[in-house]
C-alpha cells in the first residue's frame, strides 16, 4: 500500500482542514486507516482511526466532538474533517495503514506498517 497524504496549509485559530489520504493499491479495504501527528520536538500521536469498511471510528481525546475520520473503499481514501481547529493542533499529519487484514484500530504508530508523507498543518492563534 502506497500512501500520499494532502490538504495541510495554514488556518487561523477555529477555523476548519479537510486532509485527505490518496491509497494505491487492490486491497486497501483490507486495511484499517489511522491518521497521526507529530509536533515538532513530540513523538507522534494518535489522532483517529476507522475501521476496514468504515463502521467503525476511534478518536483521540483531543480530536473528539472536533474531527471527523472517514473513508471512501471505492475511490481508496481517507479523509480527516478537523473543525474547530487549535494552535495546538499544529503538526506534520500522516495516514498509516495496518496490514495484515488485521481490525484492530490501533493507538499506537508502531502498530501500522504503510505510512505515507506527512502534510503540514499550521494554525495561528
Known amino acids: 500500500v502506497q500512501l500520499q497524504a494532502s490538504g495541510g496549509g495554514l488556518v487561523q485559530a477555529g477555523g476548519s482542514l479537510r486532509l485527505s489520504c490518496a491509497a494505491s493499491g487492490r486491497t486497501f479495504s483490507n486495511n484499517v486507516m489511522g491518521w497521526f501527528r507529530q509536533a515538532p520536538g513530540k513523538e507522534r500521536e494518535f489522532v483517529a482511526a476507522?475501521?476496514?469498511?468504515?463502521?467503525?471510528?476511534s478518536y483521540a481525546d483531543s480530536a473528539k466532538d472536533r474531527f471527523t475520520i472517514s473513508r471512501d473503499n471505492v475511490e481508496n481514501m481517507v479523509y480527516l474533517q478537523m473543525n474547530l481547529l487549535k494552535p495546538e493542533d499544529t503538526a506534520v499529519y500522516s495516514c498509516g495503514a495496518r496490514g495484515g487484514r488485521v481490525t484492530v484500530m490501533s493507538r499506537s504508530w508502531r502498530m501500522y506498517d504503510y505510512w505515507g508523507q506527512g502534510t503540514q498543518v499550521t494554525v495561528s492563534s
Open positions: 476507522i475501521s476496514r469498511d468504515g463502521g467503525s471510528t
